[in-house]
């Protein structure tokens, strides 16, 4: 047996990091001292030899070009995950198009938005309160300390770009970067990346950031899944959400990392976003009598097409119509653009634009209307806005405005909020807040509700109306409902047994009880003309009055 063990010990071992073949009882030591050397050789330098020729007793002289690669990719995957960091890269080529590009070239493909999606954090235009000069994110960012992050905000705000210039800036400083999304990803894909965490940390100590796309998607027990790792720091969690992170996202999770709050882009920066993607596509700007040109207006020149003009104020209307959401307001102009090209190859246009210009394309304001076909409201059934929205009708109607009643309601009917909903807490609201001084305030709201379901939505929008402005215009009494919130509090309080019903009280509708003295002495009411001295409380609350308020 001795002499087989030494002959395998004799067998040589490829190094993973240097791809020298050394003795086995080498090779540990030797990896060691390849892993201290330092991050740049531990990694870049082993894919060009393996690439560039073939390893030692491999592949001869002879093979094919194609094969190598092949052959070279499987030998220590590890590399190319760490190396990926999944959609990070994509469409940043495409976004550098040449000027020789065809604007038929550059409106195919991916979405206008992936396309132009910055890589630094030079080029990142809005959220100027958390990413500004001097500000701590900024700092941290370009220091290339990168803290776990919870990146809360509207559709379109900037966390995907965010997290991608972190991604982009990650990889050019060793560290690994994967991307997941939370629609799509399971516990054991979570599992697979941390375990492939803590190979890179043990075996080249290198840092992985794992971005997790729409975190609130991810159940508690999955979330629970990260709580150890972010702790011990094997990965650096990133996760971007819609959401509101104190409901959607543990707590022990959230805290771990920190929340940074984006909000919908101003409509200046807006602006900016669509000036880039309007030079991206070589189109000309036109405003109120005067032209203005773009560098890259040279593609309508190479080819037979005609160049395509935009108006400057269908640009200013986009702006402000998307709400500050840039995914919807660049994918707005490439569908107006590409809408106007299509009906431009197939009817002849000669739309001459103002000041004697040449004829072009022309996307006009209406276009763009027509793209978006209506106002883009944010609003989420299901989500912030849709208990932000409730919280404001409700204050509004307490505090007697009516015009800022009907626009917080239009703002939920107009983003598809059930109007059965909405019904539903004016009858709460009748009650709670109208109460006794004006009682017809509950038919109304009832009748209302009433409304809605039999005929729904867009009609019944009118009775919720009439409905919510009669509420605002009502008087206002919370004594019922105050009253009541005092008797709770009463028995939460109370200590002891609760005190039993007085027998005078007691329904007796058989002989035992009767017996028992059930309804003995009970006096009723309509036998007597004059009022009747009775107690109704038990003995030890006799005298309590819940209408009085309470001292705090």
């Known amino acids: 047996m001795e002499p087989a063990e030494g002959a395998e ?3 040589p071992v490829q190094c993973p990091v240097c791809l020298r073949e050394l003795p086995g009882a080498d090779i ?25 020729a073939a390893p030692p007793g491999g592949q001869a002289e002879g093979q094919p070009e194609e094969a190598r690669p092949a052959a070279a990719s499987p030998v220590f995957s590890l590399f190319r995950k760490g190396r990926g960091g999944g959609r990070s890269g994509a469409g940043r080529d495409e976004a550098a198009a040449p000027s020789g590009d065809s604007l038929a070239q550059k409106l195919q493909g991916k979405p206008l938005a992936e396309r132009l999606r910055p ?66 990803a399971k516990t054991n894909d979570v599992r697979d990346v941390i375990s492939q965490a803590q190979n890179e940390k043990r075996l080249f100590k290198r840092k992985t950031i794992l971005f997790i796309d729409e975190i609130h998607r991810f159940n508690k ?59 991206f596509l070589g189109l000309q700007v036109l405003g109120q009598g005067d032209q203005h040109s773009t560098p890259a207006t040279d593609s309508g020149s190479k080819s037979s097409e005609l160049p395509v003009c935009i108006e400057e104020k269908a640009l200013n209307t986009l702006a402000y119509l998307c709400d500050g959401d840039a995914r919807t307001g660049l994918n707005g102009l490439q569908l107006a653009v590409q809408a106007r090209v299509a009906v431009g190859r197939t009817t002849p246009l000669n739309t001459t634009a103002k000041g004697g210009a040449a004829d072009c394309i022309l996307v006009t304001e209406e276009h763009v209307k027509e793209g978006l076909q209506r106002s883009h409201i944010l609003y989420d059934r299901a989500g912030e806005e849709h208990y932000n929205c409730i919280s404001a009708l409700h204050k509004s109607m307490r505090g007697s405005d009516e015009n800022a009643s009907l626009y917080w309601l239009a703002r939920m009917l107009e983003g598809g909020e059930d109007p059965l909903y909405v019904a539903r807490r004016l009858v709460r609201f009748a009650s709670e807040d109208i109460g006794l001084a004006d009682p017809l305030a509950l038919t109304q709201a009832v009748a209302a509700y009433q409304g809605c379901h039999f005929i729904g939505m867009p009609e019944c929008e009118v009775i919720l109306a009439q409905c919510v402005v009669y509420f605002a215009r009502a008087p206002k009494s919370i004594e019922v409902y105050r009253a009541y919130g005092n008797v709770k509090e009463c028995l939460r309080m109370h200590t002891g047994p609760l005190p039993p019903v007085a027998l005078h009280l007691r329904n007796a509708p058989t002989r035992l009880m009767k017996n028992l003295g059930y309804g003995k002495g009970y006096k009723y009411n309509p036998m007597y003309k004059e009022p009747v001295e009775q107690d109704y409380l038990p003995e030890e609350l006799k005298g309590t009055d819940f209408f009085r308020e309470r001292e705090t």
């Open 9 to 11: 010990e004799e067998r």
């Open 28 to 52: 540990n030591p030797h990896l060691d001292r390849c892993l201290q050397a330092g991050g740049a050789e531990a990694e870049p330098p082993s894919k060009r030899p393996r690439l560039a």
């Open 119 to 184: 890589d630094t954090l030079g080029s990142y235009v809005g959220q100027e309160r958390v990413l500004g000069a001097q500000t701590l994110l900024r700092s941290l960012l370009e220091a290339h300390e990168i803290p776990s992050l919870i990146l809360w905000g509207p559709p379109g705000c900037g966390k995907t770009t965010l997290a991608h210039i972190i991604a982009n800036s990650s990889k050019k400083n060793g560290m690994r970067f994967v991307t997941l999304s939370a629609t799509s």
């Open 221 to 279: 027990s999955q979330q629970d899944t990260f709580l150890p790792h972010v702790e011990c720091g094997t990965v650096t969690l990133i996760g971007a959400t819609t959401e509101n992170p104190s409901f959607q996202v543990n707590a022990a999770l959230l805290s771990r990392c920190r929340v940074i709050v984006l909000e919908k882009l101003s409509a200046e920066a807006m602006e900016a976003i669509l000036m880039r993607a309007v030079r």
